[in-house]
């Protein structure tokens, strides 16, 4: 996908695949 997001957001995604919410709160903290 080419994002490279930090350490702990990758890890919280993975933890939480198929959570939209969790997917969309992390990545509103970090802008693309």
Known sequence: MGLKPPL????????????PHFQCSLWHLYPL
Do not use: S
């Open 8 to 19: 702990e957001v990758y890890q919280v995604l993975k933890a939480h695949p198929e959570d």
